[in-house]
């Protein structure tokens, strides 16, 4: 793709100038792909510092021009891409007027086109502004009813922000839209908690599961959807965990606070795709490890009623088992974590996985070696129920 063209400004230009010239009475603004400069020189006419930033060196080079002859002392100028080179600081405006034409065998210039959706410059954009934006500090994002609408829908719900649109012109075949943008409340609440590089890892109907970092630290902070009013105690699940983390099991916790369960991200397989791409030794001691860990939890009374179908309840990490997701664990004088890890190995789909990998046993005699260890859970009927998986090994 050409970089040396400067874009020009246009329609899309003047619509974010009108709102830059409202909203820059702040202390920081940074222009992201200052083009010509003209979002950067409107900015310091209030703003008390402004950074300029664009690739394109020809870019850089103008609007250095265009700052020496107005003498402003207010703006600096910076070659970067995105935010590879800017230091890191936080500005309370950020203004972003990128690529967002989809691909076209006819249009290679970098400063148009942004891959085939027309966001891919927006997406990257996206995964890192929140560590460049004050806590209550503001977006203003140019887009395109051209560009994917839906993938950068998708990008502002996974950091965590909130869009709000402030015009929409129409200029020959497309729609030109300007977006405000903003830390959602969750957001705030997770940086003041000294929690940085937060993104939403998974989601579910009620809750979210969101990767960050504190300190040095990677973690998952487990915390409900906003808006919704059903969702597990995440209290008692901070409590379960405490309690295994003791027998080294679970992830491990850090803390609860402001209602969000925090704990060591884990960086692992779900059950079925570790055995899928693993080898039968590394199968056989991962199953190994994992029902002395059911037992255990057995022995302590507390029933994670998910083990029958624990696809998404237990991860693999350097052949550890790490059990995850204890919203529905309870404390019970009868626990069934054992005996429904056995129902789960004899269902269908795992022991044609199971026997890819040559592991095969008699399920029938697992199923009565199962019965036998409810009546009475001892090492002694947990060793029987071990020596009848691991037969063929």
Do not use: W
């Amino acid at each position: 793709m050409t970089l040396n063209k400067i874009y020009e400004p246009g329609e899309d230009s003047y619509l974010l100038q009108k709102y830059v010239d409202q909203y820059s009475k702040v202390d920081s603004v940074l222009d992201m792909g200052t083009g010509t400069g003209i979002q950067g020189l409107t900015a310091s006419k209030y703003a008390t510092n402004v950074l300029s930033v664009d690739v394109n060196p020809e870019a850089v080079k103008q609007t250095k021009t265009l700052i020496e002859i107005e003498k402003k002392k207010n703006i600096k100028i910076l070659e970067s891409d995105l935010f590879s080179k800017i230091p890191k600081q936080k500005f309370d405006l950020i203004i972003f007027n990128p690529p967002y034409l989809p691909k076209h065998k006819h249009v290679d210039n970098i400063a148009l086109v942004s891959g085939k959706r027309g966001v891919d410059t927006t997406l990257k954009f996206m995964d890192n502004v929140n560590e460049y934006l004050t806590t209550n500090g503001k977006i203003l994002l140019i887009t395109s009813s051209l560009a994917s609408q839906s993938l950068l829908d998708e990008s502002i719900k996974t950091n965590l922000l909130e869009k709000k649109e402030l015009e929409k012109i129409h200029v020959f075949f497309e729609d030109i839209i300007l977006y405000e943008l903003t830390k959602n409340e969750l957001l705030k609440k997770i940086e003041n908690m000294n929690i940085a590089n937060s993104r939403v890892f998974a989601h579910g109907k009620r809750g979210l599961i969101i990767k960050a970092k504190k300190d040095k630290t990677v973690i998952s902070i487990k915390t409900k959807k906003p808006g919704s009013k059903a969702f597990g105690n995440l209290e008692i699940e901070a409590n379960t965990i405490q309690k295994l983390n003791k027998y080294n099991i679970g992830p491990k916790l850090i803390s609860y606070e402001n209602d969000m369960l925090i704990y060591e991200f884990v960086n692992g397989y779900f059950i079925e795709e570790y055995i899928k791409n693993n080898s039968k030794s590394n199968i056989n001691i991962v199953i190994d490890k994992l029902f002395d860990q059911i037992f255990q939890m057995d022995k302590l009374g507390i029933n994670k009623f998910e083990m029958h179908h624990p696809i998404k309840h237990i991860l693999i990490e350097n052949n550890n088992p790490v059990q995850i997701d204890f919203e529905r664990a309870r404390h019970t004088d009868q626990p069934k974590n054992v005996t429904q890890f056995c129902d789960f190995l004899i269902s269908k789909d795992m022991t044609k996985l199971l026997a890819n990998k040559k592991i095969k046993f008699d399920s029938d005699e697992l199923i009565n070696a199962a019965k036998d260890y409810k009546k009475d859970y001892n090492k002694k009927k947990l060793k029987k129920i071990k020596e009848i998986i691991f037969s063929s090994s």
